[in-house]
C-alpha cells in the first residue's frame, strides 16, 4: 500500500516519485510495465526490462495523476519508463490557473 510522503524508484529505470495523493485502497504503482519499490532499499543492482509499450517517460518536477484524481505523484528524477496505476497511464497535471491581480 503507498502512502503519501513515500518515495518510490523504478525497478526498470531511473525514474523516482514521491506519493502526493494516494487512495484508501491499495494500488499497484508501475514505470514502464514494472512494480516500483520503496526507494530506500532500491540497490539499483538489478533492473527490469521495461515493457515495449510503456516507454513514454516521466519529466522531471511534473505531478502525474490518474483520471479519477485519486493518485497524485510528483517526479523527482526523470526516467524513460510511463508511470500507471492499476494499469492505467498517469498523465502529467496541468497547472492551475492563478487569479488575476489587477
Not at 523516482?16 to 494516494?22: D, E, G, H, M, Q
Not at 526490462?49 to 510528483?74: E, F, H, M, P
Request: proline content about 4%.
Amino acid at each position: 500500500m503507498v502512502q503519501v510522503g513515500q518515495a518510490l524508484a523504478s525497478a526498470g529505470d531511473s525514474t523516482v516519485v514521491i506519493v502526493v495523493r494516494a487512495p484508501d485502497a491499495p494500488v499497484s504503482l508501475t514505470c514502464g510495465g514494472a512494480e516500483m519499490i520503496d526507494a530506500k532499499t532500491a540497490t539499483g543492482a538489478s533492473k527490469a526490462q521495461l515493457n515495449g509499450g510503456s516507454a513514454d517517460g516521466a519529466l522531471l518536477g511534473k505531478r502525474y495523476s490518474n483520471a479519477s484524481g485519486s493518485v497524485v505523484v510528483l517526479c523527482t528524477k526523470a526516467g524513460s519508463g510511463t508511470l500507471a496505476a492499476d494499469g492505467e497511464p498517469l498523465v502529467v497535471q496541468s497547472a492551475k490557473a492563478l487569479p488575476a491581480s489587477d
